[in-house]
């Protein structure tokens, strides 16, 4: 499984990008996609997930600002990023669980600043 994430970039605070990630297979039947982020001297935290069935789960800085999404006839999960903040500066990295296996996508850096 591949995943190609893309739309990161530089954008000011209370802007907005949309986060993209290709998936080399069908993701129809993917149980779990989801986004995580790693900080510069941080660990990787998890970001947004959504189910095959559409329930999602945010993490409380992501809640309100954030939206996941899937869709199942391109292969592809989104993260669109709302009002961003100076601390949402992270490389932003796309993961799905199949067959009982994680795999990660290389990432994609959202820096916010003025």
């Known amino acids: 499984v591949q995943l190609q994430a893309s739309g990161g970039g530089l954008v000011q605070p209370g802007g907005s990008l949309r986060l993209s990630c290709a998936a080399s297979?069908?993701?129809?039947?993917?149980?779990?996609m989801g986004w995580y982020r790693q900080a510069p001297g941080k660990q990787r935290d998890l970001v947004a997930m959504?189910?095959?069935?559409?329930?999602?789960n945010y993490a409380d800085s992501a809640r309100g600002r954030f939206t996941i999404s899937r869709d199942n006839v391109n292969d592809t999960v989104y993260l669109q990023l709302n009002s961003l903040k100076p601390e949402d500066t992270a490389v932003y990295y796309c993961?799905?669980?199949?067959?009982?296996?994680?795999?990660w996508g290389r990432g994609t850096k959202v820096t916010v600043s003025s």
């Open positions: 993961t799905v669980v199949s067959g009982g296996v994680q795999y």
């Open positions: 297979i069908n993701i129809f039947s993917i149980r779990i």
């Open positions: 959504i189910t095959s069935g559409g329930s999602t």
